[in-house]
């Protein structure tokens, strides 16, 4: 079965900054890799998601991952955070044919 | 309407009462999913439907947990005899096609409360 992992609890970045969110899965095949996004009191919404092609993926907002089968990574990146990118952040894995797992989050604090 | 739309937004029980929570996901869309959120959690899967087959609900915490989708559109999730373990917010999802190569669509979910 399929699990994720994301190691950071809590990441603090000041505003201006780069970002590097860590998540790191377990899975049999290549997996079907996202990253969500939860801002306080919204949905969850959809950055990135990596399904197969070029490893470096490119989402809304200027964040970006990429995907290392090496490491069984897929680490969100953003050159430049603003204080509106304060949110959880949720990596995920899934499978053609199965359900889409959750990692625990990371919740990003901005410093101004 | 445009998104998937989860009601009650906010369902408070008194520990034994049976609740019924609704979602109805975007229009056409084939996958529909129950995930629990805990607070400071992520979302844990439930169950998914494809149309109105239920085709995984390993996640379902007991035999308290029931849900259903009988015409492929509309789904409750049923909880009965809850429990305070039992509160948390419970998010509804759909996508397109099949589950894993779909962007999920969630709703605003229900946060439920078991006093």
């Known amino acids: 079965a399929q699990s994720v992992t994301q190691p950071d609890i809590h990441i603090t970045v000041s505003e201006g900054a780069s970002l590097e969110l860590r998540c790191n899965y377990s899975?049999?095949?290549?997996?079907?890799l996202f990253w969500y996004v939860q801002s306080p009191g919204q949905g969850l919404q959809l950055l990135l998601k990596?399904?197969?092609?070029?490893?470096l993926v490119q989402g809304i907002k200027g964040f970006e991952a990429e995907f290392k089968r090496s490491q069984s990574s897929f680490n969100l990146r953003k050159p430049s955070v603003h204080w509106s990118d304060a949110a959880e952040y949720f990596c995920?894995?899934?499978?053609?044919?199965?359900?889409?797992?959750f990692g625990k989050g990371t919740r990003l604090h901005i410093l101004p | 309407g445009a998104g998937v739309s989860q009601s009650p937004r906010y369902k408070v029980a008194k520990r034994g009462q049976d609740v019924a929570l609704r979602c109805d996901p975007i229009?056409?869309?084939?996958?529909l999913f129950w995930y629990q959120q805990a607070l400071g959690q992520g979302p844990e899967f439930l169950t998914y439907?494809?149309?109105?087959?239920?085709?995984?609900k390993s996640g379902l915490p007991s035999d308290r947990f029931f849900a259903e989708r009988p015409e492929g559109s509309v789904s409750t999730l049923k909880i009965q005899r809850t429990q305070q373990e039992d509160s948390a917010v419970y998010l509804c999802?759909?996508?397109?096609?099949?589950?894993?190569?779909?962007?999920?669509?969630f709703g605003s979910g229900t946060q439920l409360s078991v006093l």
């Open positions: 439907f494809q149309n109105e087959a239920q085709l995984d």
């Open positions: 999802a759909s996508s397109l096609g099949r589950v894993g190569n779909e962007k999920l669509f």
């Open positions: 990596y399904f197969s092609g070029d490893t």
């Open positions: 995920a894995v899934g499978d053609r044919d199965d359900k889409i797992i």
């Open positions: 229009s056409g869309h084939v996958s």
């Open positions: 899975y049999g095949a290549t997996p079907y």
